[in-house]
């Protein structure tokens, strides 16, 4: 059970209430069943919403007296409705499998084999919630045949479980359980099918992204009022040469060598992916914001007074007063000349007030940075200042790294000159622009010169300049056109946008969307796409263990899973045929704890019976 909010509008008012709901299996899917409306929650912060829901339901279960006394929560049990509580039935004993002759069969022991093994538990869970999102319905009703539908999911839960090229996709397939779930014959698709997949779905991305992202804020109850933009790049293996937007550019993979994409992407409080999209290569971040608006209100709806958070690479003046034109809020972080108009502000100790920050639940034992902030308003604009000690060394000891490279190479140069290698000053001049190129962190404190007579290159500090900066290490500047919020909350307002960066580095990295090796432009982005709808499973997946008390990762639990199999045990029995039983096997301990927690049957499939005349396999 969960708690969603609903809102409706009445002579142009709007009211919001607050209804219990729970998921419930149909034979069209899952869907949500109201229990009860529990009137206006408004004094309830959300973080408390799912803990009332557990207590809802055990109240329901008639387990009220283990509550403990909340007079807010009596009332609200007042509200529901009287639930009998059904005995508990043993299961049905399974059924014995059909003989030609009798129900029992005699087996012999020593030729009892098992054959054709396949890893089950994460195409099983990956496949499962495919079907929970909706996605199978979704593919049909953009009108997508059964078998591209198939295919489109057999290659989505590869990109899940185990990233593999078109070419070698059709073996991993056959390693698995996707045969037996999917009900297929076996048969694995050539590399031709698979592409052919792809320009399938291609010009049907934005129809299938806004009908799954409409159906995760049902499921999952999700905010509608944070969005989070950030963009990466993806760098190409070959020329690219028929991609249009295969273009050189700021790579952040490291790779200027490689032609790329950039990729834009939105995503809410949650981290789940509401909207991306593919630019080229040479596209700045700073002129993408106003196109990936566009796209957000278009395909999912863009609700006035949400608010965008934006890193500082699009913290540009007409970014921010595109924002406002659509009635949005801004949270962005400035850039860093910016902080050099509040250095007095950053030097004075008062005022600060410190974040209080919890022990991440991965990692108990990890040290967090030591965060304050201090809030600043200056007309209709709100500046958060943040100080972090840990940084303040961080910055320093960055500073005094390129410090020191910076003399070396000066004093090297010095020689060069000093030894007639190098004469004409505008070689010289050349040679010190690099050096300023190279190092720009520190050479912006040093006036580098040569004397014209002497040909002596001097290297003098700015002190003054140079303390200015000191002051400014560990210290960054947040705005925003809000003001109904601490400096504590809009700051973790901020740090919510490393969900952005947390789903580029999962689809970079277990998802494998990068390199590409694809070559046309709508192959590429079909690609991309299949990225994202992989990194929709896994949000999903581990939203739900999140809700359930478990945050782990995806990767964790694909390593956990594999260890569950389906195999055929062969039953050669005294008649002389054979019994071949496909079966899944009991999963362990771990592993069904882990469908425990998901909601699933640890039966993969149900079992088959198959009578045979010879032991050998087919």
Request: proline fraction near 7%; aromatic fraction near 6%; include cysteine.
């Given at each position: 059970m969960y708690i969603r909010r609903s809102t409706r509008t009445y002579k142009g008012k709007t009211y919001t209430s607050y209804l219990l709901v729970e998921s419930v299996q149909t034979p069209k899917g899952p869907r949500q069943k109201t229990i009860c409306s529990l009137g206006d929650l408004s004094p309830r912060p959300r973080e408390e919403w799912l803990k009332?829901?557990?207590?809802?339901?055990?109240?329901?279960?008639?387990?009220?007296?283990?509550?403990?006394?909340?007079?807010?929560?009596?009332?609200?049990?007042?509200?529901?409705?009287?639930?009998?509580?059904?005995?508990?039935?043993?299961?049905?004993?399974?059924?014995?499998?059909?003989?030609?002759?009798?129900?029992?069969?005699?087996?012999?022991?020593?030729?009892?084999?098992?054959?054709?093994?396949?890893e089950a538990g994460p195409v099983h869970v990956g496949y499962q919630f495919w079907q929970r999102l909706g996605l199978d319905d979704i593919l049909a009703g953009c009108e997508l045949p059964a078998s591209t539908r198939r295919l489109a999911c057999a290659m989505t839960l590869n990109r899940l479980i185990q990233p593999a090229s078109e070419h070698a996709m059709p073996a991993w397939m056959q390693r698995t359980?996707?045969?037996?779930?999917?009900?297929?014959?076996?048969?694995?698709?050539?590399?031709?099918?698979?592409?052919?997949?792809?320009?399938?779905?291609?010009?049907?991305?934005?129809?299938?992204?806004?009908?799954?992202?409409?159906?995760?804020?049902?499921?999952?109850?999700?905010?509608?009022?944070?969005?989070?933009?950030?963009?990466?790049?993806?760098?190409?293996?070959?020329?690219?040469?028929?991609?249009?937007?295969?273009?050189?550019?700021?790579?952040?993979?490291?790779?200027?060598?490689?032609?790329?994409?950039?990729?834009?992407?939105?995503?809410?409080?949650?981290?789940?992916?509401?909207?991306?999209?593919?630019?080229?290569?040479?596209?700045?971040?700073?002129?993408?914001?106003?196109?990936?608006?566009?796209?957000?209100?278009?395909?999912?709806?863009?609700?006035?007074?949400?608010?965008?958070?934006?890193?500082?690479?699009?913290?540009?003046?007409?970014?921010?007063?595109?924002?406002?034109?659509?009635?949005?809020?801004?949270?962005?972080?400035?850039?860093?000349?910016?902080?050099?108009?509040?250095?007095?502000e950053f030097a004075d100790p008062h005022g600060f007030a410190p974040v209080l920050r919890q022990p991440s639940p991965r990692n108990p034992s990890q040290k967090k940075t030591c965060l304050e902030v201090n809030t600043r308003r200056d007309g209709d604009t709100t500046y958060i200042l943040c100080r972090s000690a840990q940084r303040i060394d961080k910055d320093r000891a960055i500073r005094a790294k390129q410090e020191g490279r910076l003399l070396a190479d000066l004093e090297r140069l010095g020689r060069r000159v000093a030894a007639g290698r190098l004469k004409k000053p505008e070689k010289i001049g050349e040679a010190i622009g690099r050096l300023k190129e190279r190092y720009p962190r520190v050479a912006r404190y040093y006036q580098l010169a040569i004397d014209p007579q002497t040909g002596q290159l001097t290297a003098a500090l700015d002190q003054a300049k140079l303390?200015?900066?000191?002051?400014?290490?560990?210290?960054?500047?947040?705005?925003?056109?809000?003001?109904?919020?601490?400096?504590?909350?809009?700051?973790?307002?901020?740090?919510?946008?490393?969900?952005?960066?947390?789903?580029?580095?999962?689809?970079?990295?277990?998802?494998?969307?990068?390199p590409i090796f694809h070559q046309r432009e709508h192959r590429v982005e079909s690609h991309i796409f299949l990225c994202v709808l992989a990194f929709h499973l896994l949000t999903a997946i581990e939203k739900t263990l999140l809700d359930r008390g478990l945050n782990t990762s995806w990767a964790t639990v694909r390593d956990t899973l594999k260890t569950h199999q389906i195999c055929t045990i062969v039953l050669p029995t005294q008649s002389g045929q054979v019994l071949r039983i496909r079966k899944t096997a009991t999963p362990d301990k771990d592993v069904a704890g882990l469908y425990n927690l998901l909601a699933l049957s640890d039966q993969v499939v149900k079992p088959s019976h198959r009578w045979t005349d010879s032991v050998s396999s087919d």
């Open positions: 009332l829901a557990h207590k809802l339901g055990h109240a329901l279960a008639g387990q009220r007296d283990l509550l403990g006394r909340d007079p807010d929560l009596d009332g609200l049990i007042a509200k529901l409705p009287e639930r009998p509580v059904p005995p508990i039935r043993p299961s049905p004993p399974e059924p014995a499998p059909h003989t030609p002759e009798s129900a029992y069969i005699a087996v012999d022991p020593r030729r009892v084999t098992t054959e054709h093994h396949r359980a996707l045969a037996d779930i999917l009900a297929t014959d076996g048969t694995a698709p050539d590399e031709d099918r698979l592409y052919r997949t792809l320009d399938a779905l291609h010009p049907h991305r934005a129809a299938i992204e806004a009908a799954l992202v409409e159906r995760e804020r049902n499921l999952f109850n999700l905010d509608r009022t944070i969005y989070l933009y950030d963009l990466t790049s993806h760098y190409f293996e070959g020329v690219a040469a028929t991609n249009p937007k295969a273009k050189r550019g700021y790579s952040r993979d490291h790779r200027p060598d490689c032609k790329q994409v950039v990729v834009g992407l939105v995503v809410n409080r949650d981290g789940f992916p509401i909207a991306h999209e593919v630019f080229a290569g040479n596209t700045q971040d700073r002129t993408t914001l106003a196109a990936m608006l566009d796209l957000l209100a278009k395909r999912v709806g863009l609700p006035e007074g949400a608010t965008i958070v934006v890193d500082r690479g699009m913290a540009y003046d007409e970014n921010i007063a595109e924002i406002k034109a659509r009635r949005l809020h801004y949270l962005v972080a400035s850039r860093q000349p910016e902080r050099t108009r509040w250095l007095a303390a200015d900066a000191a002051q400014l290490d560990g210290c960054y500047l947040l705005k925003t056109d809000r003001n109904d919020l601490s400096g504590d909350e809009f700051w973790r307002l901020y740090a919510l946008l490393t969900r952005a960066e947390d789903a580029f580095r999962d689809m970079k990295t277990p998802l494998a969307e990068r």
